[in-house]
């Protein structure tokens, strides 16, 4: 059985930009959650998708945005970029989100220069 | 919010010695988890363990939910046991808090 995928795994990208990560999660998963790790800050949830909508929400700005297709995969994106934006980008799933065991992906490694 | 504080935040080991890692959180949860967050970032899951005592091999886990901790205990320590150990708690609504990580080296 597949993991959670993640693409791309690493990118760089110029302050102002935005930028498009994927996540496509375990089969049958239907929750997908996001989250941020930074050096200072550690590991932070940004927000999690159940069937195509969002149920939970972390403390980041609008500029953070995320999507849940109909079969599950999850986009998130990040507009404007700014320095402080570099960080891994780490996505989730699990069965029904609450009270499941949590998947990880590998990752997507993203630096903003 | 909930708070989730891991104890020690270092942790050097010679090979074959046993630890004892820590995770205390201040409220009720839905969900407890272990990772060991490898040096590629991924996060493996090691125990789902919202209560009671799982093992796994050489690594354990229990969870005393009414006294809000959990324990890691980790016997017969390898290099490759090297990495970050996380807990996670879930409050609810499929939102992971995460402690600080507990950095373990373990030396041939």
């Known amino acids: 059985k597949a993991g959670v995928t993640q693409t791309p795994r690493y990118l760089i990208k110029t302050r102002g930009q935005q930028v498009t990560l994927s996540c496509s999660p375990i089969s049958g998963h239907r929750s997908v959650s996001w989250y941020q790790q930074t050096p200072g800050q550690g590991l932070q949830f940004l927000f999690e998708y159940f069937s195509e909508t969002q149920r939970n929400k972390g403390n980041f700005p609008g500029r953070f945005s995320g999507r849940q297709f109909s079969n599950s995969r999850s986009e998130m994106n990040v507009s404007t970029l700014e320095l402080g934006d570099s960080a891994l980008y780490l996505c989730?799933?699990?069965?029904?989100?609450?009270?499941?065991?949590?998947?990880f992906g590998e990752g997507s490694w993203l630096t903003v220069v | 919010g909930i708070q989730v504080e891991q104890s020690p935040p270092d942790l050097i080991l010679q090979e074959g010695a046993n630890s004892t890692l820590r995770c205390n959180f201040s409220d009720s949860v839905n969900n407890l988890q272990w990772f060991h967050q490898n040096p590629w970032g991924q996060l493996i899951n090691l125990f789902y363990?919202?209560?009671g005592t799982k093992q796994n091999g050489r690594l354990s886990a229990t969870t005393v939910a009414t006294e809000r901790y959990s324990l890691l205990y980790i016997s017969s320590s390898q290099t490759t046991d090297s990495g970050v150990y996380f807990c996670a708690v879930e409050p609810g609504g499929g939102k992971l808090i995460f402690g600080q990580g507990t950095e373990l080296s373990v030396k041939p």
């Open positions: 989730a799933s699990s069965q029904q989100g609450s009270g499941n065991t949590i998947y």
């Open positions: 363990i919202p209560s």
